[in-house]
Each structure stands twice: as structure tokens, then as C-alpha cells.
């Protein structure tokens, strides 16, 4: 039973690390809503491991682990999943003012109308309106998971409004770059995918096999709970399971940073 509640504990814990939302940057006040529930889960786990034996111990410690590694490993995936959506955002943005602009509207109204349909450019609407440095409102927002693009954005805009040059086709040839970028990193997170499959299928093996040992009549799970070499066992196996999905995972990131 402590062995459970200590599982249970820790992994409420570690399950709040989960970002609630899809940015990535907390408000100051949503760890605070969380610091009761991790406090409490924290201690409810340390409970059980001062109430158990060392074998409890140390499952509930593998129980932590897993847990978090689990936590980081879905939080990454979640970031990814919002620097593409915040890419495509960035492509129709750059649309949406060119047709704007090339219809005759002024600057100021084409990003306010762009920021009715995605509020995150909002601050640089405002800031067009008030007559501010509109480039360096773009840059401010290009630090975000895939909007690094708005880096380019705002220097299209920069080198316009210097040498006169037209607004709307510059933004329609920075649109037209970044789609084709965009496409190419479709092409090769398609490629990377089967790898990452491939990594996760390897990492869940060891499950069916312990499955089919069950079936067969043995006992590997007492084995690998109850004694002190199936306890190591079964700790560096998990470590190199989660070394293996966080190394492909960082491979596939560098790749797609480079593509």
C-alpha cells in the first residue's frame, strides 16, 4: 500500500509539471496555483518512502523518474506542436498584410485586422497605431517557439520603409521563402518520424516481453521489484529507455533546426 501511495504521490507531482496551456511562458500566478498541489503530492510521496522498506524506496524513486521523464518528454513534444502552428501562423500573417497592403490599406489597419485573427500580434498593432518601432515590436514576439521568422518579418519591414520600396510585394516574397522553408521541414519531419517511431516501438519492448514472461509462468515483475538485482536492473533499463527517446529527439530537433 505505501508502495502505491508513494507511485501515486510522485506522480501527481510530476504530472503538474505538465503545462496547462499551449505556450510555453507561465504566467507568474499558475505556478502559484500549482505550488499547493505539488507541495502535497511531494509530501505524500516522502511519506510513503519513510513508512517503506528500501525496496519501496526505490521503487517510488523510479516511479519519480519515470514520471518526470515522461512529463519532459510530452512537454517537448507539446512545445514542437506549437513552433509549427506558430510558423503557419507567421506564413498567413505575412499573406494577410500583403492583401491588405496591396489592396491600399495603411500599415496600421493591415495589423490590426491581422491581429482580430491571431492576438498574439496585438502589442504590435498597437504599437503601429501609436506610431512606435513597429520592426523591434516584431522582434520582441520573435523569441517565441517558432516565431523566429518574425525576425525577417520585421527586417522586410525595416529595409521598406528605408528605401521606399513596397511593402506588400516584400512581405509576398518573405511569404513565399518561408512556405517554401516550411515545406522542406515538412518533408523531413516526415523522414525523421519513422525514426521516432522506430525509437518508441524499442522502448516499449520490454514491456511485451515482460508480459510474455507472465504468460509463460514466470515472475519477472517480483524479480525486478523485490530484488536487489532485478531493482538494478530494472533502473538501468528505464534510464536507457529515456536516454534513447531524449537522444533521437534531440537528434531530430538539431535536424530540423538545420533544414
Known sequence: MSALVAVLGTATAAALLLPRSPSPVRAPGEWAGRGPWLAGGAALGCVALLAGSTGLVVVALLAVGVACGLARLVAGRRRERLAVGTRSR??????????????????????????????????????????GDVPLALRSLADR??????????????????TGHGLADTLGRVADDLRATEQTRRIVDGELSSARATARLLAALPLLALAMGSGAGADPWRFLLGHPVGLACLSGGLALAYA????????????????
Open 145 to 162: 517557439p517558432g516565431a523566429g521568422a518574425l525576425w525577417v518579418v520585421a527586417a522586410a519591414w525595416q529595409v521598406a520603409h528605408r
Open 90 to 131: 507567421v506564413i498567413e500573417l505575412c499573406d494577410a498584410l500583403q492583401a491588405e497592403l496591396a489592396a491600399g490599406q495603411t500599415a496600421g489597419l493591415a495589423l490590426e485586422r491581422a491581429a482580430a485573427e491571431w492576438p498574439e500580434i496585438a502589442p504590435v498593432a498597437r504599437t503601429a497605431a501609436a506610431g
Open 244 to 259: 534513447g527517446l531524449a537522444w533521437i529527439d534531440a537528434l531530430a530537433r538539431d535536424i530540423e533546426r538545420a533544414a
